[in-house]
């Protein structure tokens, strides 16, 4: 009977260390630019010693801290891209582009690759209320985030450099941006990455167009700034071309009316197109006069087109709102 319950035990905690082992969780991945599923990495202080170093162990595995400008972290070459990964699990983390000088003796970064992969904490060592940052995936420390960054989050990631490795990024390939406001900006973005597929590499939401500097979503929609909620579509010339991308743009919103889509009202909301060169202010007049011709809507087309001034990236939590959200699109979708 005892042996019985003996192998009862053994095959309970079989299953349960494999169960836990086989938890999911979401992560953003940079590569292929998308919400993926990975099994949450977990193991005990002996198997982390074996691949971390003895000040990688202290700093992640037991909340330690490396002294300030003690370390060098490293950077892409000059023009370079890269993406700065979980030491211990090499979950997407940072990107090179989001790092700024702080001056503090850390790397610093005002917004992580996507809020599912870090997990914010309470911390309340040393007599002081902080808010740890750790990795989603195996429970990392990597170091903590205050309200005194930049714009646009206002946030600084104050991270220990040997929680960190970097990934170097291919960035060989020649891209060209394209920038349109078509309304709310999310569904606008959802509507371009439709196209991710079919050579759009990346989006992002923002504002542009006005005479603001380092606009907020607040100031934006105060209608004080002159900016319009836009996107800013990266993509590969060589398998979508930019008349391709005015297509989609006409096609989901009505640019016949003036500082509106739909509900929304207020100049922010305009329809626009920024054109970043001469070539890009043709092909987006011809589009227009082509379409105003072929008097496809009762009204006159209202969109502007405009150079492209300083475009501001808008707050984290606009970026791709839908897809982080897990809904889909209600608005702007392809005619």
């Not at 070459?77 to 000088?101: H, M, R, S």
């Not at 309340?124 to 740890?132: D, K």
Request: hydrophobic letters at 35%; proline letters at 5%; glycine letters at 8%.
């Amino acid at each position: 009977m005892r042996i019985i319950i003996l192998i009862l035990i053994f095959v309970l905690f079989f299953l349960g260390g494999n169960a836990m082992a086989a938890e999911k969780i979401k992560i953003f991945d940079v590569k292929s630019n998308s919400v993926i599923e990975v099994d949450k990495v977990i193991k005990s202080d002996a198997e982390w010693k074996k691949i971390l170093t003895p000040e990688q162990f202290k700093v992640t595995r037991q909340k330690g801290t490396e002294a300030a400008f003690s370390k060098t972290c490293p950077v892409p070459p000059k023009g370079g891209a890269g993406i700065y990964q979980c030491v211990g699990c090499g979950t997407d983390l940072f990107k090179y582009e989001n790092k700024f000088e702080s001056g503090t003796g850390w790397p610093s970064f005002w917004e992580p690759v996507s809020k599912l992969n870090v997990r914010l904490e309470t911390d309340n060592s040393f007599g002081m209320s902080r808010t740890e940052v750790l990795c989603a995936r195996c429970g990392a420390h990597l170091g903590h985030v205050f309200d005194d960054g930049p714009p646009p989050s206002g946030k600084r990631y104050c991270i220990n450099t040997v929680a960190l490795k970097l990934l170097m990024m291919d960035n060989s390939a020649k891209t060209e941006k394209a920038v349109f406001a078509a309304g709310c900006f999310w569904g606008v973005e959802a509507a371009f990455r439709e196209l991710m597929d079919k050579g759009v590499v990346s989006t992002r939401v923002g504002y542009t167009g006005g005479h603001t500097k380092n606009p907020t979503y607040e100031t934006v929609s105060s209608h004080t700034t002159g900016h319009a909620e836009s996107v800013e579509v990266t993509y590969d010339p060589k398998k979508i071309s930019y008349e391709k991308l005015l297509d989609v743009f006409w096609s989901i919103h009505d640019p016949t009316t003036p500082d509106r889509q739909g509900p929304d009202v207020g100049s922010q909301y305009r329809s626009a197109i920024f054109y970043s060169d001469p070539e890009q202010q043709k092909l987006a007049t011809e589009s227009k006069e082509k379409l105003n011709k072929s008097k496809k809507y009762n009204g006159r087309i209202v969109t502007e087109i405009a150079p492209l001034g300083e475009f501001y990236q808008a707050e984290g939590y606009h970026q791709q709102y839908f897809q982080k959200q897990g809904i889909k699109p209600t608005c702007h979708i392809p005619k």
